[in-house]
């Protein structure tokens, strides 16, 4: 469900502005039409050259930031600063008795970075933070009253609209776009809402 989504200047005509505006100094246009990558880009170890671990404490899992997607045992060991999967159970109840709840939460409420997105809160690493992200959809649309097959549908179409993953990634064989254990983390959120086992730290 993660999504690598580009950042584009809506206006082209913006970006040659950026681009030829005249640097005071030297008297001369800009060169630069690199797009910034964002603040989180810049300040994160990999960015910075170190290794994935360095920012982590003895007592936080270590995993490559290569490894490609997770299937976590416990995803709220992971859930940091983000809301809680008992959050995303009453949302999705709240979506389940209003249409234009549950549309207003799918349309704006679940791409990246807006305000149900709960992986730049989370605490792992890119994959983990994923993995957390994938099963609080799952609790989401389980409380909303969606089928499981309808959740994994919108999630994979999503995916082949806004998402990339690295190569080498086993995808699912059912929802093609989808890895297979972004497929099982939504599928344990979605069966931990009917078993009454959603985790919590």
Not at 3 to 25: C, D, M
Not at 29 to 53: C, D, M, V, Y
Request: net charge neutral; proline share 7%; glycine share 10%.
């Amino acid at each position: 469900m993660d999504s690598a989504f580009s950042t584009a200047i809506p206006n082209p005509s913006l970006a040659a502005i950026a681009q030829l505006s005249e640097n005071s100094r030297l008297g001369f246009a800009s060169r630069n039409t690199t797009l910034h990558q964002g603040i989180e880009w810049s300040k994160s170890t990999l960015a910075l050259g170190l290794p994935e671990w360095s920012g982590k404490t003895a007592s936080d899992p270590v995993e490559a930031a290569n490894n490609g997607p997770v299937v976590l045992k416990n995803p709220c060991s992971v859930q940091g600063r983000a809301l809680p999967p008992g959050a995303y159970v009453t949302q999705g109840q709240q979506a389940n008795s209003s249409t234009v709840n549950f549309a207003l939460d799918v349309a704006m409420g679940w791409p990246k970075g807006d305000y149900l997105d709960p992986q730049p809160l989370a605490s792992g690493n890119v994959f983990q933070n994923q993995a957390y992200g994938n099963y609080v959809f799952g609790v989401y649309m389980a409380s909303a009253g969606v089928s499981l097959n309808s959740a994994l549908s919108g999630a994979n179409a999503y995916a082949f609209l806004r998402s990339s993953y690295p190569s080498g990634t086993q995808m699912d064989p059912n929802y093609g776009s989808l890895p297979a254990a972004n497929v099982a983390n939504i599928t344990n959120g979605y069966n931990a809402v009917g078993n009454g086992t959603v985790c919590h730290n």
